[in-house]
Each structure stands twice: as structure tokens, then as C-alpha cells.
């Protein structure tokens, strides 16, 4: 997670440097509908790499957003899901989600 001195100074800075990667908004909008096991995820994302979305879910985790649970099974079975903070930025991804579907309609 990230120290209060190390955060841009602005909010909006702020809210892009911790989502504003283009695989950070797609998993965001993923885990919006419910906890995903990495291979999930990594299946729904066409052309992510295995280290680029491990390092963003491990980034994600670090910055108090998502939460990773791994279960005591064999195999082991791990899930990611949106804690409370992650919950938060519902209504951001939601205005995107609309803001997008108008856009598109001007072009059909």
C-alpha cells in the first residue's frame, strides 16, 4: 500500500495511479460480479500475460482493494474478490460502463 506522501496530491491522480491501468479496470469490473480464481480470470481477459496480471492482482492486494483467499483443499484453490474499498469504486467502473454505451451509440 502506498504512504500518504508517496499519493499524488490530487484525488483524480490518485484514483488513476491505483486503477488506471488498462488490466486493473477489466478486473475491476470482473470482481464486480463476484469473487475469480486467477485462471478465471486470466481466461476472460483476451490478451493478458500470466505476470502482468499477477502483478496487477498483487498490486490491486497490496493497495487494500482486493482481497485474496486461499482455501486449505487439494489442490489448493485460491480466489480474488473486491473487499469493502474495492465495493467502493462500483458507482467509478458503473459511469464508465455508461459513459461507454452512450459513446457507442453515436457511431450505430
Same mark, same amino acid.
Not at 486503477?19 to 481466461?43: A, C, D, H, T, V
Not at 490478451?47 to 502482468?52: A, D, E, L, M
Given at each position: $500500500?502506498?504512504?500518504? @506522501?508517496?499519493?499524488?496530491?490530487?484525488?483524480?491522480?490518485?484514483? +488513476?495511479?491505483?486503477? /488506471?491501468?488498462?488490466?486493473?479496470i477489466l478486473i475491476l469490473r470482473n470482481l464486480l460480479q463476484r469473487p475469480w480464481r486467477f485462471n478465471?480470470?486470466?481466461?476472460?481477459?483476451?490478451?493478458?500475460?500470466?505476470? +502482468?496480471?499477477?502483478? #496487477?492482482? !498483487? #498490486? $490491486?492486494?497490496?493497495? &487494500?482493494?482486493?482481497? !485474496?483467499?486461499?482455501?486449505?483443499?487439494?489442490?489448493? !484453490?485460491?480466489?480474488?474478490?473486491?473487499?469493502?474499498? /474495492? %465495493?467502493?469504486? !462500483?458507482?467509478?467502473?458503473?459511469? $464508465? @460502463?455508461?459513459? &461507454?454505451?452512450?459513446?457507442?451509440? %453515436?457511431?450505430s
Amino acid at each position: $500500500m502506498l504512504t500518504k @506522501e508517496e499519493l499524488p496530491e490530487c484525488p483524480v491522480a490518485t484514483t +488513476v495511479q491505483l486503477i /488506471g491501468s488498462k488490466w486493473k479496470i477489466l478486473i475491476l469490473r470482473n470482481l464486480l460480479q463476484r469473487p475469480w480464481r486467477f485462471n478465471e480470470l486470466k481466461k476472460s481477459l483476451e490478451g493478458i500475460s500470466q505476470k +502482468v496480471l499477477t502483478d #496487477s492482482l !498483487r #498490486s $490491486m492486494e497490496a493497495d &487494500g482493494i482486493i482481497t !485474496r483467499t486461499v482455501y486449505p483443499e487439494v489442490p489448493p !484453490r485460491v480466489e480474488y474478490a473486491l473487499n469493502d474499498l /474495492g %465495493q467502493s469504486m !462500483r458507482p467509478i467502473i458503473t459511469a $464508465m @460502463e455508461e459513459w &461507454g454505451t452512450n459513446y457507442k451509440k %453515436q457511431f450505430s
